[in-house]
């Protein structure tokens, strides 16, 4: 077994202030969270098309890349010595492994944040100790919350994955909204009401945050 006395952290030569400088805007990590269907994905792909529009360094985490690889389950990845390692490490959907899986993609987050990228996580995330973790590893000033709030019966209605639809025949267990709960963040920086408006207007009103709090220029 490995002494972790032994691992060190390293700091890096270039400073995330020398990087920011060179890409002419401030890293930060933008974390969607909300009900399957609600809107994530789209919305996050929509502000990223819109900062690459601009000249802006950013990435999309998305929930279901992530479990297709860094997070890869058993049966989700081809090759067999892939598949041996996704028995041993991947993950499920159970609590610990949310939990696990939220950590993971923190850390990487946190990666690109220092970086200078603007990174945008498209997560349900449904427990609010998970997200708290996430924002202590970010850093405050550097992590926003964005809660992406519809119904349960708007995202029930959309269910563009036939999951909700699983969930209630009971195909599903621990579906969150279904029979699992969902905390929804109590101050999130943002909230965006995808029951209420498209998703071409709130991923502007995404845009306007950032620059209103200096992110990125106008």
């Given amino acids: 077994m490995t002494n972790d006395t032994n691992v060190h952290w390293h700091e890096h030569s270039v400073s995330r202030e020398k990087r920011e400088e060179l890409m002419g805007h401030k890293g930060c990590?933008?974390?969607?969270?909300g009900l399957s269907g609600c809107g994530k994905s789209t919305i996050a792909n929509l502000v990223d098309h819109k900062l690459h529009e601009r000249g802006i360094h950013s990435f999309v985490l998305d929930g279901d890349n992530v479990r297709h690889g860094l997070n890869a389950g058993p049966g989700m990845l081809k090759d067999k010595h892939s598949e041996e390692f996704a028995k041993r490490f991947g993950l499920g959907f159970s609590a610990e492994d949310r939990e696990e899986n939220i950590r993971r993609i923190g850390a990487v987050a946190e990666l690109f944040n220092s970086a200078g990228i603007v990174t945008l996580t498209a997560f349900i995330s449904p427990y609010r100790q998970d997200r708290d973790r996430a924002r202590d590893l970010v850093g405050e000033g550097n992590f926003i919350e964005v809660l992406v709030d519809a119904p349960l019966e708007v995202c029930e209605s959309r269910d563009p994955k036939g999951l909700y639809k699983k969930a209630?025949?009971?195909e599903i267990k621990g579906f969150t909204g279904i029979d699992d709960p969902y905390e929804a963040p109590t101050a999130p920086e943002l909230v965006l009401k995808s029951g209420d408006k498209d998703a071409e207007t709130l991923a502007e009103e995404v845009i306007a945050y950032?620059?209103?709090?200096?992110?990125i220029s106008g």
């Fill in 168 to 170: 209630r025949a009971g």
């Fill in 210 to 215: 950032l620059i209103e709090n200096k992110k």
């Fill in 29 to 33: 990590v933008i974390w969607f969270t």
